[in-house]
C-alpha cells in the first residue's frame, strides 16, 4: 500500500521569527507533535551555554536558552546533537526520532549527514536537503511541519506570514506494509 508524506518547511533567519510562527501554528490548532525545529546549537566565549536533562525533559541556558527551553516544553521530543559538517545543533520534534533512526539503521551514507538521512526518510529530495544544511551551517532555524495537504498548504502560509525567509511543501509516496491478520 502506498502513502503519501507532507511537510512544510520553513527557513527563519532568527529565533524570534521562528518562535512566532510555532505560536501562531499552535493557535492555528496544528499538532504541536508533528511539529520539529532545528537550529545551531552556540557556544561561544561570550556566550558560554549548557545543556542538561531532568527526567524526559532536557534544558539549556546561553544565547538562545530560553527560546529553547520553551520548544523542548511544547514539542514532543528534544536532542542536542554534533553533526559532522554542520557542528552542533539542537533538536526539537519528531526530527529527533527520524535522526536516531537514520544512524541505527545506517541510512546514512554517501556524504549524507545524520540529519539529511532523516529529511530523506520523509521524502525531502536532495537539492533541498543540501539547501537546508547550508541555511544550519549559515545559523538559520528550521521549522518542519507534517500533516495533511491541506494542514501542510495552510502551514506553508503561515510560515510566510511569519518573516519565513522561504517556506517549501514537499510530498512524497512512501510504501506503507500491511500484515496480514491470521487467526
Known amino acids: 500500500m502506498k502513502d503519501k508524506h507532507h511537510s512544510a518547511v520553513g527557513l527563519f533567519s532568527s529565533h524570534h ?96 549527514t545524520a540529519l539529511g538521512g532523516a529529511l530523506a526518510s520523509i521524502g525531502i529530495p536532495q537539492n533541498s536537503i543540501v539547501q537546508y544544511e547550508t541555511a544550519l551551517k549559515a545559523d538559520k532555524f528550521l521549522l518542519i511541519v507534517n500533516g495533511t495537504e491541506q494542514e501542510i498548504e495552510r502551514a506553508k502560509d503561515i510560515l510566510l506570514e511569519n518573516k519565513a525567509d522561504e517556506a517549501n511543501v514537499h510530498t512524497d509516496v512512501i510504501s506503507t506494509s500491511l500484515v496480514p491478520v491470521t487467526n
Open 17 to 112: 521569527d521562528a518562535e512566532n510562527a510555532v505560536k501562531e501554528l499552535q493557535s492555528a490548532g496544528y499538532n504541536m507533535q508533528k511539529l520539529s525545529v532545528i537550529g545551531k546549537g552556540y557556544h561561544t566565549e561570550e556566550s558560554v551555554i549548557g545543556y542538561y536533562n531532568t527526567g524526559d525533559r532536557m534544558a539549556s541556558w546561553g544565547k538562545f536558552g530560553l527560546f529553547w527551553g520553551w520548544l523542548w516544553g511544547l514539542l514532543f521530543g528534544s536532542a542536542f546533537f554534533i553533526i559532522p559538517g554542520l557542528g552542533a545543533v539542537m533538536v526539537g520534534g519528531p526530527l529527533v526520532s527520524w535522526i536516531i533512526g537514520a544512524l541505527e539503521t545506517a541510512f546514512v551514507a554517501g556524504g549524507i
